[in-house]
């Protein structure tokens, strides 16, 4: 028999399809994982902010990222971020040492958090899945610098379809 639930179920997984693919068109070099102290998405932005500017200016390097923002009480609220970054002598954030991002995450928000090298595209695939994903208890991170972003734009279609 089919019911309401059942077009809700189906318009959720295309809707984290559409997700995947998304943040599939794009090469990261780093998977942030950002615990937050609450779950004001507005704050967690604004956290969010101000580690960038201060991390950008520390480590010169330009960054961008997509993510999103989960604010679901069986996980805790948490930012995942796909991020890439450079500067003006080439160097990326694969040059970059995270355990001085996730110290500076700490002091602004006294949060703990994690940064991993991205190996591959399981990583977005994970982004999308139903954990990180949640009915009404995700929002998608305020891109960031999407010229920059533009250029790790991927030479071949997604596979993630």
């Not at 956290?47 to 993510?67: A, C, E, F, P, T």
């Not at 989960?70 to 970059?96: A, F």
Request: aromatic fraction near 12%.
């Amino acid at each position: 028999m089919y019911n309401d639930r059942d077009d809700e179920w189906k318009q959720t997984i295309k809707y984290r399809r559409e997700i995947c693919n998304f943040l599939g068109q794009y090469d990261y070099e780093w998977f942030c994982s950002l615990n937050l102290p609450d779950y004001n998405v507005v704050n967690g932005e604004k956290h969010l902010k101000k580690w960038r500017i201060s991390m950008q200016v520390k480590d010169n390097i330009q960054i961008s990222y997509l993510g999103v923002i989960v604010v679901s009480k069986v996980t805790g609220p948490h930012i995942h971020l796909l991020m890439c970054g450079k500067n003006k002598d080439g160097d990326t954030l694969l040059n970059r040492n995270p355990k001085l991002w996730e110290d500076e995450w700490s002091d602004i928000t006294k949060k703990d958090s994690w940064i991993e090298i991205v190996n591959d595209e399981n990583v977005v695939k994970y982004l999308s899945q139903s954990g990180n994903t949640p009915i009404n208890n995700f929002e998608l991170v305020q891109p960031y610098n999407k010229k920059f972003l533009v250029k790790h734009k991927k030479n071949t279609p997604s596979i993630l379809q």
